[in-house]
């Protein structure tokens, strides 16, 4: 089958939904089929290349993030489109919405991947972080985009009701993006409980709250035991930067190539993710199948809880003081530990890309056969 992939920054190396997209182009391959990128220019070269596009308003605050987005060049999209035998959409912007038009005139089937939530974008937009413009956003992503989709993934049950809950009219299928092979392979752990070592990983930004780490470990009994590990980039850094030197943490921060972000899983005891919105939680996934033990934060749009093997591998968002009795808990049980990181293991085998790709690929065949049959 020919596959169209569409999305705005396919080549990002700090975005998960590209990383995942990579992924899957993979897998499929791998699978015999024959797969094309349609994207942006932004760090590498598309099957068929779209220029950068500029939002006048956003310019700044997309830079921070790291984010590029595609201009639409319909006769680019019109060529793509003509080569496929099906058309996949990764996102839910300008790009997507003009190849979601044009694969309907053209008659090619179109299916789709839900990565990401409004709160996502508006988060770092606080002007824009309310409950009703969100709304607007989710009704705009549903009818500009998915609703074009026959089949549209759902990584985790909890975005599958959401978007039962407005309405999507495409058939809903949860799989997950699944956990490469790189973190599956036999783990040389070496870790120590002096220090003891928490990692985390993600944006820094304001719906990934890793100001509620940084917090709870200044209320932990176990304060000067502690050394963390936040790995990623974003506006808030030097903010961050601040308040672990005014808490006197050891502390360092910093963006990290794979190899060397996975050398830190395996140096790690535990890893936290506290991000309050998050459609998966694919550096969470990683992590734990290195043999790191999660704590995650409980949220209403976080779908990273539904990983969490016992109740001291949770907490509510956003309370610094019920992770820090959390993470008292792991340090304070050193066998516990040990036990769960072999249990997160085994689990994370469950959870393989490879497995996740045959799944959407199956999706992908249903939705051409289904198009033809019709």
């Known amino acids: 089958m020919k596959i169209l992939i569409v999305i705005d920054d396919y080549f990002n190396k700090s975005n998960g939904m590209s990383i995942s997209t990579q992924r899957f182009v993979r897998e499929f391959k791998k699978m015999d089929q024959d797969v094309r990128i349609l994207s942006s220019i ?38 793509a489109i003509r080569w496929a035998d099906l058309v996949h959409l990764e996102d839910p912007f300008p790009v997507c919405w003009t190849a979601a038009k044009i694969a309907k005139q053209m008659r090619k089937p179109i299916t789709g991947t839900f990565h990401l939530y409004p709160e996502n974008l508006t988060a770092s937009v606080p002007i824009l972080d309310h409950a009703s413009i969100n709304s607007a956003f989710m009704r705009l992503f549903r009818d500009t985009t998915f609703n074009y989709c026959s089949y549209l993934q759902c990584p985790t049950t909890k975005v599958e009701h959401r978007l039962k809950k407005y309405n999507f009219k495409s058939k809903l299928i949860v799989i997950s993006n699944g956990i490469s092979d790189y973190y599956l392979q036999s783990n040389q752990r070496t870790t120590t409980t002096d220090p003891f070592t928490i990692l985390s990983i993600g944006r820094f930004s304001n719906e990934k709250d890793q100001k509620t780490l940084i917090k709870a470990i200044g209320r932990s009994k176990y304060k000067d035991r502690i050394k963390l590990i936040l790995a990623g980039k974003g506006p808030l850094k030097n ?7 005014r808490l006197k943490l050891n502390a360092q921060l910093g963006f990290y190539s794979r190899n060397d972000l996975k050398q830190i899983m395996d140096q790690s005891n535990i890893v936290v993710h506290c991000a309050n919105v ?10 734990f199948a290195t043999g790191c033990v999660p704590i995650i934060a409980q949220s209403p749009l976080s779908s990273t809880s539904s990983y969490a093997l016992s109740p001291n591998n949770l907490f509510p968002a956003g309370s610094s003081e019920i992770l820090a009795q ?16 072999a249990n997160y293991q085994n689990y994370a085998k469950s959870l393989t890309v490879q497995f996740s790709a045959k799944k959407l690929l199956t999706m992908m065949k249903n939705a051409q056969k289904n198009y033809i049959s019709n």
């Open 42 to 79: 932004a760090g590498g070269e598309p099957d068929y290349p779209l220029p950068i596009m500029t939002i006048p308003v956003f310019k700044n605050i997309i830079a921070k993030e790291g984010f590029h987005f595609a201009k639409p060049k319909k006769e680019i999209i019109k060529e």
């Open 239 to 245: 903010e961050y930067i601040s308040l672990c030197q």
């Open 278 to 287: 998050e459609v998966e939680g694919m550096a969470c996934m990683e992590a």
């Open 326 to 341: 959390r993470i008292d808990y792991w340090i304070n049980h050193p066998k516990d530990l040990k036990m769960m990181s």
